[in-house]
């Protein structure tokens, strides 16, 4: 179970912006709707442990995750949690395996070359497995960026604006793609945008005003 | 994947700034390791050539030419000395032992010296086959002469007049090879070693021919180059150089003192050079420092990812650490590697074989050289380290 509890966060000299208390059960999948400067960002980045609220507490299936210290904060990331961002951003000097061992190793787990190709697999993207990213084309530079947030088999991925850029067919298909690899992985799945188009595949959505 | 792998692959994902980068370290280390070995070759052959000597006498010019061309075998004489006057010298209660040296002649550019028994012990020589001159014309030549005259012991050739190679030969007189020196390590494996009367042989038909041959003053009074001096005692030190200046129309030269002036001369030249590469160090741990910073400022966003995908600030740290250090070290074994091969370039087009210099050693100092490259790695790659280790993940991610 993933809860979010009295967070409120603030940067400088801005206004504090709260958000309501959030509990999420193991295999859900949410969306996170709000427009652009609504926060979204921000309380994204709070869920995935890379900025601490103010106040308030995340707990990630039993774990208050800014209880943790740092170093094992950044494990328990690498671990747990599974990131796509808007821009399928990988590093260009590795290849795509190579790119998918990286989050291995951060999350000090053995690399394991079977569940590489298996997520390639699924993903349709296993030819390109010992290609860099400059010779791949953007969808399926992005399907790389979800291989990647599923390696480790997370019990929370977050996709941040993974649509906002792409046409109808496009924003189907990879939102198709994530719902199917959230539930290939038995991970709960959080989709932060303001692209209404993808309002309808969702039961559960946590709006921000 | 460790950090080490990382870097290296960051690095060659940028060949160019990478390449230009090693070739300017390269650079400068190759100049300083050219230097260093130089320095330590020409300083390990003056000490081992002049070690046992505490005194040339020759004829009056300069003491530093003197050195030079009876210690070292490189210059030209200042002239010859009365063997009357050598002789008393020898006998001086200051002298433990005097070598005499008669030069003149040469096989090839090989100098031919013409000397007595004194010059063995003098130098320690030891044979590698047959024996040392005895009689006339019989000569004892160095291993490298061996080797590179392609003579053996009983092979005979004709030596030449004067100290360069030229086509006067002394026709009439032919020397026999008695015997090679085992590897001695100092100017001997260069020379030609016989006793003085066959240098005098030599010369004694240019008596007949014009009148003035160079081992004889024209009326029958033998003539020698110069003395290897050993002292008695270090009273010797203070009393005998004066006593040889003031006292007789000879000239006393110090190998000590010689040679420290000559490194003084050189070492200008050294300093200059010296300094010149250390700039040029400089310049590239300035020219890494700027390349890993930018890219730093380019990759902010890749270390960002790195960072939610798990990756701890420290592992951060140490792959920008890394990368600056694969620059830095690999510019350094190039640069070693260069100073090597130029070296020894060098010394495959250097004339004398007395100065001979060779690339193919390794010192010891190298490793200081390594231990610079590891301290300029760590110089260059410090700062983008730490600002790798504090960046807000967040604000990054934020704003892109």
Not at chain 1, 114 to 143: C, F, M, W
Not at chain 2, 190 to 204: C, D, F, G, R
Not at chain 2, 271 to 286: E, G, K, N, R
Not at chain 2, 321 to 350: N, R, S
Request: aromatic letters at 6%; charged letters at 20%; hydrophobic letters at 45%.
């Amino acid at each position: 179970m993933i809860s979010l509890k009295s967070v409120v966060h603030s940067y400088k000299d801005t206004k504090p912006i709260s958000f309501k208390d959030w509990q999420i059960n193991n295999g859900e999948q949410w969306l996170l709707l709000g427009e652009s400067g609504s926060g979204k960002t921000t309380l994204l980045h709070i869920l995935t442990g890379i900025l601490k609220p103010k106040q308030g507490e995340v707990n990630i299936n039993q774990t208050s995750i800014y209880s943790l210290s740092s170093k094992n904060l950044d494990q328990f990331r690498g671990r747990n949690i599974g990131i796509i961002f808007q821009r399928p951003h990988l590093i260009k000097s590795l290849t795509i395996a190579e790119n998918l061992l990286l989050v291995q190793s951060f999350a000090k787990l053995p690399e394991d070359h079977k569940r590489i190709d298996e997520v390639l697999n699924s993903l349709d993207i296993i030819h390109k497995k010992d290609a860099y990213p400059s010779t791949l084309s953007q969808g399926q530079l992005q399907r790389v960026s979800i291989a990647r947030a599923v390696i480790n088999k997370p019990a929370l991925l977050i996709a941040d604006e993974p649509t906002s850029s792409l046409d109808d067919k496009n924003a189907t298909a990879v939102l198709e793609l994530l719902m199917e690899q959230s539930g290939l992985n038995q991970a709960t799945l959080i989709v932060a945008t303001h692209d209404k188009r993808v309002k309808d595949a969702f039961t559960h959505t946590y709006s921000l005003a | 994947m460790s950090p080490f792998k990382i870097s290296w692959k960051s690095i060659w994902s940028k060949p160019l700034s990478s390449g230009l980068n090693i070739m300017l370290i390269a650079f400068g280390t190759g100049i300083l390791t050219i230097l260093l070995l130089a320095s330590t070759q020409i300083e390990e052959k003056l000490n081992n050539n002049s070690k046992d000597i505490d005194l040339v006498v020759g004829a009056k010019g300069s003491p530093l030419q003197l050195i030079l061309s009876s210690i070292y075998y490189i210059d030209f004489p200042t002239g010859n000395i009365p063997l009357k006057d050598a002789n008393e010298l020898s006998h001086n209660p200051f002298v433990k032992r005097a070598t005499p040296l008669a030069l003149g002649d040469n096989y090839n550019g090989v100098r031919i010296v013409g000397t007595d028994s004194n010059f063995i012990s003098l130098y320690g020589l030891k044979l590698q086959s047959g024996k040392f001159w005895n009689a006339d014309l019989e000569a004892t030549i160095g291993t490298n002469v061996a080797k590179e005259q392609n003579l053996k012991v009983g092979d005979t050739f004709f030596g030449a007049h004067g100290l360069t190679e030229n086509k006067d030969l002394h026709k009439d007189h032919a020397y026999k090879v008695a015997g090679i020196l085992a590897p001695q390590g100092n100017v001997t494996d260069n020379l030609i070693l016989t006793n003085i009367a066959s240098v005098w042989k030599m010369h004694e038909e240019d008596v007949m021919e014009d009148g003035k041959g160079k081992m004889e003053d024209g009326t029958g009074n033998r003539e020698i180059t110069s003395l290897l001096i050993q002292y008695r005692s270090p009273m010797s030190v203070v009393m005998f150089p004066r006593m040889v200046n003031q006292g007789t129309n000879l000239q006393s030269a110090s190998p000590a003192m010689e040679s420290t002036r000559l490194f003084s001369l050189i070492g200008v030249g050294v300093d200059t050079l010296q300094w010149f590469a250390i700039l040029i160090m400089l310049i590239a741990a300035i020219s890494v420092f700027v390349n890993l910073y930018n890219s730093l400022k380019e990759r902010s966003y890749d270390l960002a990812i790195m960072r939610t995908l798990g990756a701890s600030r420290t592992k951060l740290f140490v792959i920008i650490i890394l990368e600056g250090l694969i620059l830095t070290i690999a510019g350094t074994i190039v640069g070693v590697a260069l100073g090597h091969m130029a070296l020894e370039l060098i010394a495959h087009y250097q004339e004398s074989s007395q100065a001979k210099l060779t690339g193919m050693v390794f010192i010891t100092s190298e490793v200081y050289l390594l231990l610079a490259g590891l301290a300029i790695g760590i110089f260059a790659s410090i700062i983008p380290a730490m600002q790798a280790y504090r960046s807000n993940i967040s604000k990054i991610l934020a704003k892109n």
